[in-house]
């Protein structure tokens, strides 16, 4: 069973994750008053449900604070992260994503960090996950690292990831849509992914997309098919595919 205690260390975690949430004065007071160090450290418990809640308080207390990023970061949270992002237990993988979105977000710094550190293929694992909300963060903080270098384009698609993310574009939740095209996107802004997205079945999946009453995946939709059009390979079949009628008959 749990840890004796263990219950307390969680309430502990989740009371500053409420008391932090959009808080910038408490968040950087959890940090003053040395908070995050055992934060960290209770990422390495064996109660999953501690870990969660340990991981719960650093997505919080990273999310648009600098200062805090950086210590999570120094403190060695990311090698436990990216173990985290493996594990079989949905609400484990979902926050540890969740945690290294929040780094990750505008720091290009933070960003290679995390590279460095072997997060690209269980983040690209994570897009075939049966959890719905970790598929989101993945498939957007793919999107984020396709922006690194220019060589990271063409990696993650060398991982597997083009084939879940054309998947994800057929889901029934807008919000996984969304995302995927929004990934995509990014991913097309190289000529050899390009070809292979479209060899993927990308094209048409976006084309369908390009309907959506969500302006959002509508405007994201439209930004992967302007990059898959900058290629020579991809013309006829846009125009093959009905694709020039599908954008003319867009708002």
């Keep these: 069973g749990p840890p004796p205690g263990s219950s307390v260390v969680r309430r502990a975690a ?86 290294i979105g929040n780094l990750v977000h505008s720091s290009q710094n933070i960003k290679r960090r995390v590279l460095e550190e072997g997060a690209l293929q269980p983040v690209i694992g994570l897009l075939s996950s049966r959890c719905p909300e970790s598929q989101r963060e993945a498939a957007l903080l793919l999107g984020q690292f396709a922006t690194t270098e220019p060589d990271y384009k063409a990696r993650i698609v060398q991982r597997g990831a083009v ?9 029934g939740d807008v919000q996984l849509q969304e995302m995927a095209a929004f990934a995509l996107g990014r991913l097309a802004q190289n000529a050899d992914n390009q070809a292979g997205i479209v060899q993927a079945g990308g094209l048409s999946a976006l084309l369908g997309l390009m309907h959506s009453k969500n302006g959002n995946l509508q405007h994201n939709a439209a930004f992967a098919l302007y990059g898959l059009a900058d290629n020579d390979d991809n013309v006829a079949a846009l125009v093959r595919e009905g694709g020039v009628q599908a954008l003319l008959d867009c708002d």
């Design 14 to 99: 989740d009371a500053i994750t409420n008391l932090a949430h959009e808080n910038v004065v408490i968040k950087s007071r959890v940090r003053a008053d040395g908070g995050i160090p055992p934060l960290v450290a209770l990422l390495e418990c064996s109660d999953p449900k501690v870990q969660r809640a340990a991981a719960g308080a650093l997505r919080t207390l990273a999310f648009k604070n600098e200062d805090n990023k950086n210590q999570i970061v120094e403190g060695g949270a990311l090698s436990t992260l990216i173990h985290m992002l493996r594990a079989e237990d949905a609400g484990i993988h979902y926050e540890a994503v969740g945690v």
């Design 163 to 171: 084939p879940p993310l054309v998947a994800m574009l057929g889901a």
